[in-house]
């Protein structure tokens, strides 16, 4: 929180105002009467004024106040201010920044007004890569938003990343852009500026349009908690942890429709599936079997009951049965299982 008092220093710089001129920048930053911001327009109705003849009164207000002798009677504040943004590394995302000052939306609107006073501080507007933030410091405002556009490109395509290992990764590149680096505080700030970046239901971080971070349907949403799992699971399973551990709806048939459409999941077992990213290759049973019959050689039969079962969830008399396809396998001299 602010180690100032945001409303009442601001108030003793709007005091030095004229009345119209301060009736005018306490409605732009909703710091009077009205706690929200208006704009040019509903101003100038208001007034029976202009947009632009409204945007130079608030122009000269500040200024004004900005060649006041508070300006340096109040630099401890300002100082405060630049203290909490550099120990984010020199940027922060404006909404986070303020709400972690301020200890009301009223004090939100104080303390933006008073960056907005201060020369030392600069709002960076929303752009395609980036949110509303605020900077104390070009060259660490450069290097934030550097490091995030490499940070961008290098996690575009990548699986979800732990918390811990985007931090690390973003602290990394800034290394070569800052030698002296950041600290924790900076990395989570320079993180939170980014719009391209998001954090997924389960905790993994990627870029905001994947389906891991942002699941556009059902098949997104049991990859994501199939992929938490780590294993096969039925997909009873696969239902109940999508309205548990994501807190969506979900249909026990719809899922296993789904599950039964995506090439991204193997049916590996009866109603049990399994991503094909880990391995698992899609086909009947039998299938299986020839495909390692094909890539290995002929195998004795315990140890090829033993790759299919790393393949299948399936009962050893299974595949037993299917050996006994005479026109698929034959049992060579040596005992070996082989390809008719």
């Given at each position: 929180?602010a ?52 945007r ?26 630049k ?7 020199g ?26 006073l ?12 980036f949110?509303?933030r ?37 602290a ?10 950041i ?23 990627g870029l ?15 990859f994501l ?18 309205k ?21 999941f ?23 079997m ?6 290995a050689?002929?195998?004795?039969k ?15 008399a299974?595949i037993?049965?299917?050996?006994q ?16």
């Open positions: 929180m180690s100032f008092n945001p409303v009442k220093t601001s108030e003793e710089f709007l005091g030095a105002l004229p009345k119209r001129v301060r009736d005018v920048i306490e409605r732009r930053f909703g710091i009077g009467k009205s706690k929200d911001r208006k704009t040019l327009e509903a101003i100038g109705a208001s007034y029976g004024i202009t947009r632009e003849r409204v130079q009164i608030e122009s000269h207000g500040l200024k004004k106040l900005r060649s006041h002798d508070f300006m340096k009677e109040k630099q401890d504040v300002f100082e405060a201010l203290g909490e943004l550099n120990k984010r590394g940027v922060a995302e404006e909404e986070g920044f303020l709400s972690s000052l301020a200890k009301s939306p009223e004090e939100k609107n104080h303390i933006r007004f008073l960056l907005t201060s020369e030392d501080f600069k709002r960076h507007k929303e752009d395609d890569e949110k509303h605020w900077s104390s410091d070009d060259k660490l405002a450069s290097a934030a938003h550097e490091t995030l556009k490499v940070l961008h490109k290098e996690i575009s395509g990548a699986e979800p990343l732990e918390e811990k290992e985007i931090k690390a990764k973003l990394s590149i800034a290394e070569t852009k800052l030698p002296e680096g600290g924790e505080e900076a990395t989570a700030s320079w993180l939170s500026v980014s719009k391209l970046i998001a954090k997924n239901a389960l905790g993994g971080w905001a349009d994947s389906p891991h971070i942002s699941p556009r349907g059902v098949r997104d949403l049991a908690v199939m992929k938490q799992h780590g294993s096969p699971m039925h997909f009873s399973e696969v239902t109940q942890a999508i548990k551990n994501l807190s969506e709806p979900a249909h026990l048939q719809t899922v296993h429709n789904e599950l039964i459409k995506d090439d991204r193997v049916l590996v077992g009866r109603g049990l599936y399994a991503l094909h990213e880990w391995g698992y290759q899609p086909g009947t049973l039998k299938d299986i020839k495909n390692i019959l094909t890539s050689g002929p195998l004795p315990e140890r090829l009951i033993e790759k299919i079962l790393k393949e299948r969830h399936v009962k050893t299974t037993l049965i299917n050996l396809d005479k026109k698929s396998f034959k049992t060579l001299e040596d005992g070996s299982v082989a390809l008719v």
